[in-house]
């Protein structure tokens, strides 16, 4: 069965979140209203850091997934630890919104058939072939790259694969106005290699890629697509087969091979077969939970995880509908956020690009890891490290907690900045004449101008961690691209780039 079309389940929206300028959390020591992290703040994205033990996850990450939870966003987790999916159970609980957990898991009954959902999906663009091929070359392609290939072929064997695919895609669709990955992969592997297999009865009687060329016609002139019957008829029955056995062969494995995983086991029970959740789950206020760990499924759990995350990034940025005024918005379009902890496992180049619309589309990005170089090492190829720092670069909120790793240090102590500083010098020496007996006094003195780090980098090496020998409390330090805080270390509060809060572990 295919289960409701996402569109189907939409329902009309009673605005139970906050408004955008309202407080979300307040930092400092200090309840300023010059400090509230608001929902708006929220959109522009937000980036913890912090080592192993540093309290990221238990401190500053359970704050914000409870401020979230208590103000009604929908959203979506993906998990690195198994035990990620017991710890918003417990947000859940304590905030009131078990009923809003969607948690999706290998036993579970969850389906995302992706494919049928981008030919059923709301908005205008559903059902577009090459939307169609699009969502599965990106899939794919990413997938390679966090695979340590480079994500890109040659454009002629990239553009041959998507005819393949588009020709597959069309002829399931004429055929049985529906689509799926095992259904794709008999058409092609069931197609003619030669002109005269195209033209023997005996595979024309055994083939699937046949018997629905045949299926397909009337319904597409029935549609007024009898164009798109004939091109697709015409490239499987004399195009395939008439291509040289070594090309043809490259394009087909191109297909099976990043295929494969989908075609098996898990993988093609959650994504290959039935539909009956979607990305619009989460518009209307529940907590999609993809309880896959990459700790414990691997590269099937990671993969997984950033094919849902893709797609539910594309939904949320096309959901609002056109010529929607930011007001009209901000009171009918519920906001959602993105978490994962251990991020470096999900972040895709293809975050830069949804976070620059985020703001516009009431999405939330909540990406914690423990370092810099973490990132590094998940970015593959020759653009690795302009593609991390555009993708921290849109994250506005960065909150950096102890962490032993150099590289992290140095790069937090420059996201805050330097000052202009005067450096004093002085120095006082004594002459002794030819009887060694005290002489007069010379004095000196010096003075230069320096720029010094507002926050030196070993300082992130020292910073409470929680637990009872910390009372419970973590360190950190706080920054906001274009944001003065009112900081609170002098009796009178002075406006800074940056604040320090300490996040309390035990809520009662």
Known sequence: MNGPSPESRETTTVKDWPDNDEELLAFGPKRLAENYWSLGDAFEGLQIFGGTGSGKSSGSGHAVARAMLEANLGGLVLTAKPDEVLNWKTYAKETGREPDLLIVEENSAHRFNFLRYELQRPGVGAGHTENLVNLFCAVMESAEKRQGGS?????????TLKQLLRSAIDLAVLATNDVDLPGLYRIITSAPRSPT????????????????????RQPAIDAGKETDWELTRNYWLLEFPALAPETRSVIVSSFTSMADCFLRGMLRKLFCTDLNFSPEDSFSGKIIILNLPVKEYNELGQFAQVLFKFVWQRAVERRIPPGTSREKAEQTIRPVFLWADESQFFASSYDAMFQSTARSSRACTVYLTQNLPSYHAAFSGHNAR??????????????????????????????????????????LSEAVNGKGQPGNLNQSASGSQVFEYLVQPQEFTTLRTGGRESGFLVDSIIFQGGRRWLGSNSKKPVAQNYIRHSFNQIYG
């Open 151 to 159: 994500g890109a072929q040659d454009s002629y064997w990239q553009r």
């Open 197 to 216: 297999e195209a033209d023997d009865g005996k595979w024309q009687s055994t083939s699937v890629c046949h018997t629905l060329i045949e299926h397909a």
């Open 386 to 427: 302009s593609e991390v720092d555009a993708f921290l670069g849109n994250l506005q909120t960065k909150i950096f907690h102890a962490n032993g790793d150099s590289t992290t240090n140095n790069w937090a102590a420059n996201t805050l900045g330097r000052t202009k500083q005067i450096r004093l010098s002085g120095g």
